[in-house]
């Protein structure tokens, strides 16, 4: 059911409950003097200033009503008003509920409920040399100018060390590939630690089975039409 929605909604969405600064020029700019954080922890974003471009605060807030109602009753929601699901995602999923709608939406709550303390022993079991230092060498390149992800020893790049790290134990035949980083972090903005761990395994494996493998070199080879790297 999971994979099916999201294959539904692999296509524009019809409206937005609210925009992202992901992407922006902020991020790819290095370090600048500091200058406030936007609404989605960016120093300096585009969506610093509030109140232009946004819809009304009382839709945002019936989209939300709408949302608790589904996900507390989430089985026969998704059993019984599947289109209206889809419909509610096409909308945008407003961000105060993001955490609890992402891993209901693709399926990474069962993940979890059927892995319990899988997580947990995976971060705290010392990870491969090779895929660590892989990692770490990444670690600074996500979203720099977020503000969860400014210092190295900050509960971000910590918390998305732990993520990779877990991910090249639970898949030692897959490992690491560069391409993780930036969607685990964008799950540590909004989720717990575990939470965005089992989400990120359902991204690689139901949604993008063998993207993020060894063979994705390959594919970028038959592209680009050149042999490097994932660190090009």
């Not at 989209?63 to 889809?86: A, D, F, G, L």
């Not at 993780?180 to 089992?198: D, N, R, S, T």
Request: a negative charge; one cysteine or more.
């Amino acid at each position: 059911m999971a994979q099916a929605l999201g294959e539904d909604l692999v296509q524009p969405s019809e409206l937005q409950d609210d925009s992202s600064s992901l992407g922006s020029d902020s991020e790819l700019s290095g370090p600048c003097p500091y200058r406030q954080a936007d609404r989605y922890g960016f120093i300096g974003g585009s969506s610093a200033e509030l109140g232009r471009g946004y819809p009304p605060a009382d839709l945002i807030r019936q989209r939300e009503m709408k949302w608790v109602e589904m996900t507390s009753h989430w089985e026969k929601t998704m059993s019984r008003r599947y289109k209206k699901v889809k419909m509610q995602c096409r909308k945008g999923i407003p961000s105060a509920l993001r955490a609890r709608c992402w891993p209901l939406l693709c399926g990474a709550h069962v993940c979890q409920k059927n892995s319990p303390g899988t997580y947990q022993e995976l971060a705290e079991a010392p990870g491969e040399p090779q895929w660590m230092e892989t990692i770490g060498r990444d670690l600074h390149r996500q979203f720099p100018l977020h503000e969860m992800f400014v210092s190295p020893q900050g509960h971000g790049q910590q918390g998305l060390l732990q993520i990779l790290k877990a991910y090249t134990l639970y898949r030692p035949e897959q490992g690491y590939c560069q391409a993780q980083g930036p969607v685990a972090a964008v799950l540590l903005m909004h989720l717990p630690p575990e939470e965005a761990f089992w989400c990120l395994v359902q991204i690689c494996e139901l949604y993008l089975p063998g993207y993020y493998g060894p063979h994705m070199v390959r594919v970028w080879d038959g592209i680009g039409g050149h042999g490097g790297g994932a660190g090009d």
